[in-house]
């Protein structure tokens, strides 16, 4: 998979906001469709997808590193030193190590994908990400025949982070995937939103995003990623194993124990919207949906 | 006159009627700024929230009218009546918010309230509330005789505990802020019956 494109353009050479949004019922097919050749054609509902605001985007966020509140990320996230970065590779890896953010970005390959995003709280926006899929660092890294899982963990900065002195989470914020789905074409690091770099408050310098599981699995500010044979723990499970599960996915027919997950809010929509039916695997089925096969998604939540 | 005094002097000429209409066109102010869609990202979530909170700060405000002024001397029970009309409104107001905008759908608004616990006893808050409110005036007082106005107003503390504890399990995590609002409320409660107990004890030592 790795290098099937070469782009010698980075995040600062996309076209610019005003620009982008002129032609953005274009790139919302397009992008959708890239990297999804070999999974079958263009989703259809890729084509009507609208990106939420950029200001919508950078200004609401759940990121508790920050604050709880949706604004206290934008408001403090600033204080987190992302350049130099590294990102530690170990575990079932043939080349673990330290890799410097330069040296990953001199050899992935950086694509624009505009995917809805649904937040575990009832709530969505369509987001233009700039990114690499995680596949290809992984074979950077080389993994090894016995993993079968992939840990995340998030920086975890006392001094640059306000909101660890508070134990709302077990910090550092970990996550993690089975390999399949890490694996997966539609599973990137983003790197950029609306042709810029990632703001901190969006998980700068690197992030997942794992488009059909609901926002928390897609882990911020990644420092480490450990391949493993074995389910790794994730914070939200941690804190509450009974309304946050391992997989995540999107599924309009399990509620969260504390509301329904039939509908959501779509951001920017106005205080009068209506709400917008959940897509089983926030619309990503025909690319995913094989992943669980003979699973019971309501036991595997 | 010591300063106690002064103050109350001056709380004497402050009319109570202001709570209602900063409560109304604070409200009114809120949905228009929603509206002209200067209420952020998440408007709907904003409203309902600023409303809910509203309801908690008035809530807390009432429950300090008595500690207030048996432990300062600080009289603010002309104020009473109006902070808790305004906590009712602003319940409603919340509970409006989150039906009609925000769920939407009046199939789910019920089954939310069955199945949804911290919703369930959001709803327990309110319905406590009711009979409160509906008995705010002298009328009342009048026809159901001081003390029996009295007892049935004690209904406040388990609303405003279920209240608190309604705010701390709508969140995700353990939040500093829900936790806060509880214990003060739990605070406040727990100083009534401290007070009565004290009480309590120094007559049975005085009858002995």
């Known amino acids: 998979m790795a290098h099937r494109w070469k782009n010698t353009l980075r995040d600062k050479d996309v076209t610019d906001e005003a620009a982008f949004l002129n032609r953005r019922q274009l790139m919302a097919g397009a992008a959708a469709g890239v990297g999804l050749a070999g999974v079958g054609g263009m989703p259809a509902r890729a084509r009507d997808l609208e990106p939420t605001s950029y200001e919508d985007v950078t200004t609401y966020n759940n990121y508790y590193e920050f604050g709880t509140a949706k604004g206290d990320p934008v408001e403090n996230a600033h204080m987190l030193t992302t350049r130099p970065w590294t990102v530690k590779i170990e575990g079932l890896v043939d080349r673990p190590g330290d890799y410097a953010f330069e040296d990953i970005m001199a050899k992935m390959t950086v694509e624009e994908r505009i995917y809805r995003f649904r937040c575990v709280e009832a709530w969505s926006m369509v987001v233009p990400w700039n990114g690499f899929e995680l596949a290809d660092l992984l074979e950077m890294a080389g993994v090894q025949s016995g993993a079968k899982y992939v840990a995340f963990e998030t920086a975890l900065r006392p001094d640059e982070m306000p909101g660890v002195k508070y134990p709302v989470l077990d910090w550092p914020y970990v996550e993690g995937l089975r390999l399949d789905e890490a694996m997966h074409p539609l599973t990137i690091m983003a790197t950029g939103i609306y042709g810029k770099d990632i703001p901190n408050q969006n998980g700068a310098p690197l992030r997942l995003v794992v488009p059909w599981k609901y926002g928390f699995k897609s882990i911020k500010s990644i420092v480490r990623i450990t391949l493993t044979e074995t389910e790794p723990p994730t914070s939200w499970n941690k804190a509450n194993a009974r309304e946050y599960g391992f997989y995540s996915n999107v599924n309009p027919e399990v509620s969260h124990p504390r509301w329904s997950q039939a509908s959501e809010r779509v951001i920017g929509s106005g205080l009068f919207a209506r709400r917008q039916d959940t897509l089983m695997f926030n619309g990503y089925g025909d690319e995913v949906a094989s992943l669980y096969e003979g699973m019971d998604l309501k036991a595997n939540f | ?208």
């Not at chain 2, 408007?43 to 500690?67: D, F, N, R, W």
């Open chain 2, 1 to 208: 006159m010591a300063a106690v005094d002064h103050i109350n002097t001056g709380l004497r000429r402050v009319p109570a009627w202001p709570i209602y209409v900063a409560s109304l066109g604070y409200a009114a102010w809120m949905l228009w700024l929603g509206i002209q869609n200067r209420l952020g990202a998440d408007p709907v979530k904003v409203l309902e929230h600023e409303m809910g909170q509203m309801a908690l700060y008035l809530l807390v405000a009432g429950l300090a009218v008595t500690p207030l002024r048996k432990l300062a001397g600080v009289n603010l029970l002309k104020f009473r009546r109006a902070l808790g009309l305004a906590c009712f409104f602003f319940v409603v107001c919340h509970l409006l918010v989150w039906a009609v905008l925000d769920v939407q759908r009046i199939g789910e608004v019920w089954a939310d309230i069955v199945k949804r616990p911290y919703i369930t006893v959001g709803m327990a808050a309110f319905v406590l509330l009711i009979p409160l409110a509906v008995t705010s005036n002298n009328l009342s007082i009048r026809k159901m005789g001081a003390a029996a106005w009295g007892r049935l107003h004690q209904l406040v503390y388990p609303a405003a505990i279920l209240g608190g504890v309604h705010y701390v399990m709508l969140v995700k995590g353990w939040q500093i802020r829900p936790l806060v609002f509880l214990a003060v409320i739990a605070g406040l409660i727990a100083w009534r019956f401290l007070v009565k107990r004290k009480k309590a004890a120094s007559r049975v030592q005085t009858a002995a």
